[in-house]
């Protein structure tokens, strides 16, 4: 089984900063792809960033240039520097992996979320 644990929400003024940590823990071999989701108050959990196993990296496009995701493989940690922060970043910060169980099945593994609230 695996767990993630986010943590490093919290309440920030309009241009500030914040970094998210995302700490996997329990049996982690498989695990490749890493995401940070979040769902503004009344949508949908939106995908915000994608690494790889590899270190290659996605975003969403709100957040390109603000926003950058990194994964200590070592530490089996992941994170999301969030600078510049509008409103607009408002919501629940969810940490998601993806597992290879077998050649054929894939496990998608969710955190409990973590609230960021950006103030104007």
């Known amino acids: 089984q695996v767990q993630l644990v986010e943590s490093g929400g919290g309440l920030v003024q309009s241009g500030g900063s914040l970094r998210l940590s995302c700490t996997a823990s329990?049996?982690?071999?498989?695990?490749?792809?890493m995401d940070w989701y979040r769902r503004a108050p009344g949508k949908s959990r939106d995908l915000v960033a994608s690494?790889?196993?590899?270190?290659?990296?996605n975003y969403e496009d709100s957040v390109k240039g603000r926003f950058t995701i990194s994964r200590d493989n070592a530490k089996n940690v992941m994170y999301l520097q969030m600078n510049n922060l509008i409103p607009e970043d408002t919501a629940v910060y969810y940490c998601?992996?993806?597992?290879?169980?077998?050649?054929?099945?894939?496990?998608?593994?969710w955190g409990q979320g973590t609230q960021v609230t950006v103030s104007s």
């Open positions: 998601h992996a993806d597992q290879r169980d077998s050649p054929t099945r894939i496990l998608s593994h």
């Open positions: 329990g049996n982690l071999e498989g695990i490749y792809n």
């Open positions: 690494i790889s196993s590899g270190g290659s990296t």
